[in-house]
T-cell receptor, first 114, second 112 residues
């Protein structure tokens, strides 16, 4: 039973380019969460999605960042016009239901902006 | 939202020693998890423990929900236990699913 799959593991982008991070939740999980970990810091919540719906995006920066979880396919976190401050590890987690269930995390995508 | 505080922030041990990590949270919880982030950055789920006590090998955890704290015990520590240990909690009042709020972590170094 595969866990949460994130790709790519490492992503290098130049300033101004776009970054697309993918997350396939565990089988049977329809709830996806994205977190960001800046260097030497803890994980900060970004966005919570269910299939085709954004439930809570209170942790997302107001500009350049967007997320989706389509009916078919993985969840995508998209960062447009990346800047050096976007360099971080981005983790995705999934759960089978809204409440009273643990989150299962992927191995993260490490984004480096040069 | 819920506040999660971990202590100590840093801990250095000799191999074979025991340790206790603490997590205080500011609200009643319906989810509490402990994670180990290894030196390669991977986040490993240790325990899902909103209440009670669980054990897994040399690790065990206890959550006293009524007093709003959780403890992670590491016995006979090994160098491979090094890394950052995170506590994360989800408030009963949370309206955003199982969203977790993370503490700042305890950086554990186990020396041979």
């Amino acid at each position: 039973n595969a866990g949460v799959m994130q790709n790519p593991r490492h992503l290098v982008r130049r300033r101004g380019q776009e970054a697309r991070l993918r997350c396939s939740p565990m089988k049977g999980h329809s709830h996806v969460y994205w977190y960001r970990q800046l260097p030497e810091e803890g994980l900060k919540f970004m966005v919570y999605l269910q299939k085709e719906n954004i439930i809570d995006e209170s942790g997302m920066p107001k500009e350049r960042f967007s997320a989706e979880f389509p009916k078919e396919g993985p969840s995508i976190l998209r960062i447009q016009q990346v800047v050096r401050g976007d360099s971080a590890a981005y983790f995705c987690a999934s759960s089978p239901q809204s409440y009273n269930s643990p989150l299962h995390f992927g191995n993260g995508t490490r984004l480096t902006v040069t | 939202g819920i506040q999660v505080e971990q202590s100590p922030p840093d801990l250095i041990l000799q191999e074979g020693a025991n340790s206790t990590l603490r997590c205080n949270f500011s609200d009643s919880v319906n989810n509490l998890q402990w994670f180990h982030q290894n030196p390669w950055g991977q986040l490993i789920n240790l325990f899902y423990i909103p209440s009670g006590t669980k054990q897994n090998g040399r690790l065990s955890a206890t959550t006293v929900a009524t007093e709003r704290y959780s403890l992670l015990y590491i016995s006979s520590s090994q160098t491979t236990d090094s890394g950052v240990y995170f506590c994360a909690a989800n408030s009963l009042k949370e309206t955003s699913g199982s969203r977790l709020t993370f503490g700042e972590g305890t950086q554990l170094t186990v020396n041979p």
